[in-house]
């Protein structure tokens, strides 16, 4: 369903602004230098040395376009598995959102409380794992009634990261949390 996956990114390319540097370090289209220093073969992959200097750097990300940034987004989306969501479209682009900005772990593991949250019999632990019981019980809720508890749980996660850390994350708080209920 390549639709649902460009309808995805190009909402989060809405939410996500050209370069920044923030708490995660030099930041283009929401894709941060060290994911990309983390991963020289899918650097390599996507061409994403534009200046072909042979290094990832600030330099090539001011390159960018929005194409680049798609390329990037596409396959993350094919390497995170998101196919496997996409028949409750609105939680797909919710999970992907949500996997851009804080990583899969983090954000299986809050579709995970959000599932409880909506199903409460479920005995789904928040693993950060997509294992047979989160696919199950994934199938079973309401698309809305899911996206409205992982907006919940997303703005919880936020709060809590300013109330540890508030020098760090306090000023980031309102932007997140109205990424939160986006």
């Known amino acids: ?17 050209g370069f920044v540097v923030d708490h995660a370090g030099p930041t283009r289209f929401g894709i941060t230098l060290k994911t990309l220093l983390d991963d020289p073969a899918l650097v390599a992959r996507l061409e994403l040395d534009l200046d072909k200097d042979g290094d990832m750097d600030v330099a090539d990300m001011q390159l960018w ?5 798609r390329r990037f987004y ?3 989306w094919d390497q995170t598995g998101m196919v496997e969501f996409e028949a409750k479209s609105q939680v797909a682009m919710k999970l992907f959102d949500m996997i851009v900005h804080m990583g899969k772990y983090q954000a299986v593991k809050i579709l995970q409380r959000a599932l409880r949250a909506v199903i409460p019999a479920s005995t789904a632990k ?10 199950a019980l994934f199938g079973i809720g309401n698309d809305w009634v899911l996206v409205a508890a992982c907006r919940s749980e997303v703005a919880g996660f936020y709060r809590m990261l300013a109330a540890i850390n508030p020098e760090k994350y306090g000023k980031y708080l309102e932007g997140w949390l109205n990424r939160a209920y986006t």
């Open 1 to 17: 369903m390549a639709d649902l996956r460009e309808d995805a990114i190009t909402r989060l390319l809405q939410i996500e602004g």
């Open 126 to 135: 928040d693993d950060g794992i997509i294992g047979p019981k989160t696919r």
């Open 65 to 69: 376009t929005e194409e680049d940034a």
């Open 74 to 76: 596409r396959d993350l």
